[in-house]
């Protein structure tokens, strides 16, 4: 059996990297199982190319972002076929894998603009239900609010988050 | 509440409870409302993942192997599927009232929600912190309150890449590959192991956020550090002296971290400047040999694929814990297993074994296992292997089976022949003495019992070489809390001693007992 297929060797491999590949991937698809998925399945993609193909695996990770960025775009794919739409685009996989780093950077800083841009209560509602994942009832209770209030709140950030990100556009946001 | 608002919020729960929201309630009505929801993703991105549960790797490598072994690569329709248990994303009705009740004693509880607020903050920072690059100053006090600056470095750090100038300008870079020093007074560059780094265990931004999540802290404070204000935070080790971090209140990163007061010195470490996520140089971390420099080769190591190559380079047949390493280097004379924040040295074991005096022992291999700080070393099957690192316990043991740590939960009792009566107040005044930085023999129990029995041999001082030399002494036992001494000379057989005062690395010794011979 070639090494690649050797059970050792895979096990090696997934240990040292899954996890900036699991990260990169959940990123894009924002769901656990969504990543663990398409992680298992860029795994065996590559490491299949690589015996195939006899193929040098000096950028293994720049290489496994390529195929998990193929991965997700099939699945996208499969999912339109389906009527169920999938919310991140269409990437550019060369661009995204070798600028991925600045353009994480790029992104961050540009949400964060635009949250700066925000009111302070609609922030604060913002980190509490998106970034920190409280429930509505949750973040009704820690600023003092009804739910209905917190609900409508969350409805009105949003909005002017997205005009706000619209103006940023040119930036590199990935956005659908 | 408008539909609008509700599907929105009903959107924002899935994606919290790591559901598809697509699935559940299909296309979004409007373009509005599809904007909306790709902003919401678009904001999550912030958000650290969900990872997957303990044990995912090994879960993943063997899903990988199935279907690779199965010839059928990525075609393969039949999907091998990751242990299902770790999926349970459904809470069962018990569960979810219990995880309910618990979440409303966190809310109910302002303090505890305030630390874990701070401490998520700062990993959050941390995890979106790319790169940095800073002025980092390092201080000392004793513990009579003196203060003085030890050294001021400028320090670059990208991933796991990191570069540290300091003041004379020597240069040390690892760039994860090759690690090089620069040094300019001599006009040399010395090539160095990649691992293990002790350089990389000074303040990492990265390192001290992943500590004070994982060991009980408590919000203590805000004060002003280096003109920002910062929330201070008490740490306290399991088993350790507690320790302060400030998290900067603007950038919510660590600014400064004071250790606890050992060996009668504590450490400031400050960042007085720093700026991050900036467009680093990255010729900073690239090698590169500057004019009328030479190359001193220090065995730098070589990075390798496979155990077996490391065996081939080294000459040694290294003993291999379950655990896949990370990385592996081979050297002329050791192989060095790289864990990440732990590290594995296995060198031939050439002499006979023979731990720091200071050490508690515990037994590994049949034979004695020095443990020491954050080090656990012994010998087995010819070799000598070294760990260091937070997860030494759960490696030691995947390598030496029978591996037991000094015992010093049952305290026998102290059999001495002749019971040595002791002064507390005079031992609290010694331990006072050693804290303030002098006499520090008294924290090796070998050198307590040779001045003890040499005192008790010529009681008028001991001058030049010791009546009972050095050489008569052993150590027989140290679970760091006793120990015992044995002597093959002189009027005493057996010396017996406590630490009384404190029970761990910076605690002196006393001693309590003897068995003349």
């Known amino acids: 059996m070639d090494k690649r297929s050797d059970a050792k060797y895979i096990e090696q491999i997934c240990k040292a990297t899954w996890e900036s590949l699991y990260r990169f991937i959940y990123y894009k698809v924002q769901n656990r199982e969504e990543a663990e998925d398409v992680t298992q399945e860029t795994y065996v993609r590559a490491l299949a190319y690589l015996n195939e193909h006899n193929f040098s695996d000096k950028n293994f990770q720049g290489f496994l972002r390529t195929i998990a960025l193929n991965v997700i775009r099939d699945r996208w794919r499969q999912r339109k076929r389906r009527g169920l739409p999938l919310n991140f685009e269409e990437v550019n996989p060369r661009e995204t894998v070798t600028e991925d780093h600045q353009r994480d950077v790029a992104q961050r800083l540009v949400i964060e603009n635009a949250l700066a841009g925000l009111r302070e209560d609609q922030r604060k509602v913002i980190e509490l239900r998106i970034i920190k994942g409280y429930s509505v009832a949750e973040t009704a209770r820690l600023l003092g609010k009804t739910e209905a209030a917190v609900r409508t709140a969350q409805y009105r950030a949003v909005q002017i988050l997205a005009g706000l990100l619209d103006e940023n556009k040119e930036t590199g946001v990935i956005r659908k | ?517």
């Open chain 2, 1 to 517: 509440m408008n539909e609008a608002e509700k599907r929105l919020s009903d959107y924002i729960d899935a994606l919290n409870a790591e559901q598809e929201p697509e699935q559940l309630f299909g296309v979004a009505g409007t373009p509005e409302l599809e904007k909306l929801l790709a902003t919401v993703r678009t904001v999550r991105t912030l958000r650290e993942p969900a990872l997957p549960e303990p044990g995912y790797p090994e879960r993943l490598a063997h899903a990988v192997v199935e279907k690779m072994q199965a010839g059928e690569g990525g075609k393969q329709k039949e999907k091998a599927k990751i242990a299902k248990s770790s999926r349970s994303r459904r809470l069962s009705p018990v569960i979810a009232l219990a995880a309910g009740l618990l979440l409303f004693v966190l809310l109910s509880t302002w303090g505890g929600l305030f630390n874990s607020d701070v401490v998520h903050a700062m990993e959050k920072a941390v995890a979106q912190l790319a790169n940095y690059h800073g002025t980092l100053e390092m201080r000392s006090t004793n513990a009579a309150g003196e203060e003085w600056l030890v050294r001021q470095v400028e320090l670059w750090s990208e991933g796991e890449k990191y570069a540290v100038r300091q003041a004379d300008g020597t240069f040390t870079v690892n760039n994860g590959e090759r690690k090089w020093q620069l040094r300019p007074e001599k006009k040399e560059v010395a090539l160095l192991p990649v691992v293990p780094d002790p350089g990389k265990t000074g303040f990492d931004l990265r390192d001290e956020a992943k500590r004070a999540k994982e060991y009980p802290h408590q919000v203590v404070g805000q004060e002003l550090i280096a003109g920002r204000k910062a929330v201070k935070l008490e740490i306290q080790p399991p088993g350790g002296l507690p320790y302060y971090l400030w998290i900067d209140a603007v950038t919510n990163l660590p600014l400064q971290l004071q250790t606890a007061m050992q060996n009668g010195l504590q450490t400031t470490y400050t960042y007085t400047a720093f700026e991050l996520n900036i467009k680093l140089d990255p010729g900073i971390f690239t090698f590169r040999l500057p004019e009328g420099y030479q190359v001193v080769e220090e065995d730098p190591g070589q990075l390798v694929l496979t155990v077996e190559e490391a065996a081939a380079i080294s000459g040694l047949s290294p003993l291999l814990p379950q655990e896949v390493p990370v990385r592996i280097f081979a050297f002329e004379d050791r192989i060095v297993l790289d864990y990440g924040d732990t590290t594995i040295v296995e060198t031939p074991a050439e002499r006979t074994f023979e731990p720091e005096a200071n050490a508690a022992l515990g037994t590994a291999a049949g034979g004695p296992l020095e443990v020491w700080w954050e080090r656990l070393r012994w010998h087995q099957s010819g070799l000598e292997i070294q760990i260091e690192g937070p997860k030494r316990v759960e490696l030691a043991r995947q390598i030496a089976v029978d591996l037991a740590l000094p015992d010093t939960s049952s305290v026998p009792e102290n059999r001495a022949r002749v019971q040595v009566p002791v002064d507390m107040d005079l031992v609290k005044a010694n331990q006072q003495q050693v804290d303030r930085g002098s006499s520090p023999w008294q924290l090796d129990p070998l050198q307590v019992a040779v001045t003890f029995v040499n005192l008790e041999v010529t009681p008028e001082g001991i001058q030049g070489k010791p009546a009972v030399p050095f050489s008569a002494f052993k150590v027989t036992k140290n679970n760091g809390v006793q120990a015992r001494v044995e002597v093959s000379d002189g009027p005493i057989k057996q010396v017996y001693l406590e630490r009384l005062i404190r029970q761990d690395e910076t605690g002196i010794w006393t001693v309590v007992g003897y068995d003349p011979r």
